[in-house]
């Protein structure tokens, strides 16, 4: 089993519509949880990051985390044909010398 | 300020061939990392440096060889180049010595190898 997985879609929703999109982990250290988003031939840009558990809110973007279940998760609302991307889960257990460890990346798009 | 820059952002090489991935940073970081992205893999760490000086080997080193040149620079060097490792390979960098804040990514180089 890898350390995080993610189903990569592809996923197609109309504008306008909810997005979800999730992760599950399976090492108990990891503590900073993040979303990145790439677009095409492009590198990541971080969109989200949570430290530990808890909901965190930006715009029409909400980052879930439950470390009992080791799952995370983005929202987007309101979806816009600007957010067809792909949408990177990565996390860390923050120690001196650690790197953070990526989901495959679900490619979203989201059409007019 | 540049951020992260990657050269070159294309390369073809014959199979055997030798060259050097560059990556420079203008942000002052401490830690610099190589990933390498090919579909339906995600992003898979080669190696890294956690500060100046220091490198590691992280999920897929095999085939690859890396040197911290100074605090701005982290280059990836492949020996002998193999079809396998054709990929896109991006630079990333953090402020502290460990990727618990946010990553700066380069735009990639696109490396063929045939």
């Known amino acids: 089993q890898k350390e995080v997985e993610q189903d990569p879609g592809p996923l197609s929703v109309p504008e306008g519509a909810i997005v979800s999109l999730n992760c599950t982990y399976s090492n108990s250290a990891f503590q900073y949880f993040m979303w990145y988003r790439q677009y095409s031939r492009k590198g990541p840009e971080l969109l989200m990051y949570?430290?530990?558990?808890g909901n965190k809110e930006d715009g029409r973007f909400t980052a879930q985390v439950d470390k009992s279940s080791k799952y995370i998760s983005l929202f987007i609302r309101d979806s816009q044909p600007s957010d067809s991307a792909t949408y990177l889960c990565?996390?860390?257990?923050?120690?001196?010398?650690?790197?953070?460890?990526f989901g495959k990346g679900t490619t979203l798009s989201v059409s007019s | 300020n540049a951020g992260v820059t990657q050269t070159p952002k294309f390369q073809v090489l014959k199979t055997g061939q030798s060259m050097t991935l560059q990556c420079a940073q203008d942000?002052?970081?401490?830690?610099m990392y190589w990933y390498r992205q090919d579909p339906g893999m995600g992003l898979r760490l080669i190696y890294y440096s956690a500060s100046e000086g220091t490198t590691d080997k992280g999920e897929v080193p095999n085939g690859y060889n890396v040197s911290r040149l100074n605090k701005r620079e982290f280059s990836l060097r492949l020996e002998s180049a193999a079809p396998s490792q054709t990929s896109v390979y991006f630079c990333a960098t953090v402020p502290g010595h460990s990727m618990n804040t946010e990553a700066f990514f380069g735009q990639g180089t696109r490396l063929t190898v045939v």
């Open positions: 942000m002052n970081h401490n830690s």
């Open positions: 949570t430290y530990s558990s």
């Open positions: 990565a996390m860390s257990a923050g120690q001196a010398g650690t790197a953070l460890i």
